[in-house]
């Protein structure tokens, strides 16, 4: 079976335009989330969220381009662009395009497009509907404008699975490598649902913060007072190849994919397990395919929503598959910083990992001042810590039971 490496990064999240940007955001504690601007928020209950900011989807799409397509698009193409360039791949003159795949998928889709269509039908009747309209909301467009524009003309589709989607793009990638059906995967999810309809039906599930006047603080993982999540926007892309495609070509390397574990609640539809038995087995899967021991785990990117529910539920699945480690593993959330990016964030967070196993710094958890006695683990609270990182894992679990785990291990030849 062959490895799978990392090659490339891009990401256009609420902390940031780009992954340098986004890093120094998570290490300075300096939260994207505010106020909505995208539109009045004055009669919802929930007037926050952590939205992308001074964006231009150039170089990466036209203005002409861009005008025919969600922003959902516009913070995909941009993060793969991004990565593509910072893999070195698009400049090799040998690339075979037929074996690269394309996996970015998304939660929800293009919510704008579909938000902005239905008032124009309304007002205007069913001739106002623009003919980019279906194009705009498929939630694979994000993908398939990213083959279109670099003539990749692999595989191509779209892995949805709520808040786990990022990471199981991830994971199908690293597979469909591995069993030799493409050389390169452009991974990850994208997400623009910061809109009333999408914010009022969160609002009814009764799972944001609405802590309005103090944005910056309405996301706190595993504190004692947390009160739901903050929803937010953008993009994050890995570029994933064979070890012997990366090699031949002399790509950079940040690490490899060691483990993926998938498994499915089979709960609720909202609501998570309340003994973990899905989160815990997806953990377990995953560090057995790596072949690692529990406590190799040097550090784990919890999925840490700030919900009452998914925070101690995660802690104790976390407890249970590591055992006595889990009390010596240092554990994060760095949803506070880039608000829940829904389908977006399960790669945002393997690109954070990432960058704390290249620069040897854990991201912290901000907020956390007030602990949780169910809450008992090692948060990395409020500051960044030197550690030396060689095997992390990244959760990602999402509203119908979805579950996924990746493991990132330090790259040695």
Not at 25 to 34: D, H, K, T, Y
Not at 296 to 310: F, S, V
């Amino acid at each position: 079976m062959c490895r799978v490496v990392v090659t490339g990064v891009g990401a256009v999240t609420p902390a940031g335009n780009n992954v340098p940007d986004t890093w120094d955001a998570v290490l300075s504690g300096r939260s994207g989330i505010g106020r909505i601007t995208h539109f009045d928020a004055s009669e919802l209950q929930t007037q926050i969220a952590a939205e992308v900011k001074d964006f231009t989807p150039e170089p990466y799409l036209s203005s002409k381009e861009a005008r025919r397509m969600d922003p959902i698009v516009h913070y995909a193409a941009s993060a793969a662009g991004q990565a593509i360039e910072d893999a070195g791949l698009d400049d090799w003159p040998a690339l075979d395009r037929s074996r690269v795949a394309v996996l970015i998928g998304a939660s929800i889709g293009g919510m704008k497009t579909m938000v902005d269509s239905h008032s124009e039908l309304l007002a205007k009747g069913p001739r106002s509907i623009s003919p980019f309209f279906i194009p705009s909301i498929l939630a694979s467009m994000p993908g398939a404008v990213v083959a279109l524009k670099y003539k990749f003309t692999g595989p191509n589709f779209c892995v949805t699975a709520a808040c786990a989607t990022g990471n199981h793009s991830i994971g199908e990638g690293t597979t469909m490598i591995r069993r030799g059906g493409a050389d390169v995967a452009i991974c990850g999810g994208a997400e623009a649902c910061i809109v009333a309809l999408s914010i009022g039906g969160f609002d009814a599930m009764r799972a944001l913060s609405s802590e309005n006047d103090d944005p910056a603080r309405a996301c706190r993982p595993f504190d004692k007072t947390r009160g739901g999540f903050v929803m937010g926007e953008g993009a994050g892309v890995l570029v994933l190849e064979s070890l012997e495609h990366a090699q031949r070509r002399a790509a950079p390397i940040y690490a490899e994919v060691v483990g993926y574990g998938a498994t499915a609640d089979a709960y609720h539809i909202a609501a998570p397990d309340p003994d973990g038995a899905g989160a815990f087995a997806a953990m377990r899967l995953g560090i057995e395919s790596a072949g690692v021991a529990p406590d190799q785990i040097d550090y784990i990117n919890a999925h840490g929503t700030g919900t009452p529910l998914n925070d101690s539920i995660e802690t104790q699945a976390i407890k249970r598959v590591l055992g006595d480690a889990a009390y010596r593993t240092p554990v994060s959330s760095t949803k506070p910083i880039t608000g829940h990016m829904l389908g977006a964030a399960g790669a945002v967070e393997a690109i954070v990992t990432l960058m704390a196993m290249r620069d040897g710094v854990l991201p912290p958890t901000i907020n956390l001042t007030t602990p949780d006695p169910e809450c008992d683990l090692d948060y990395v609270p409020l500051v960044p810590r030197t550690a030396d990182v060689h095997v992390t894992m990244s959760n990602s679990f999402g509203f119908g039971g979805h579950n996924a785990t990746i493991l990132l291990k330090r790259f040695e030849p």
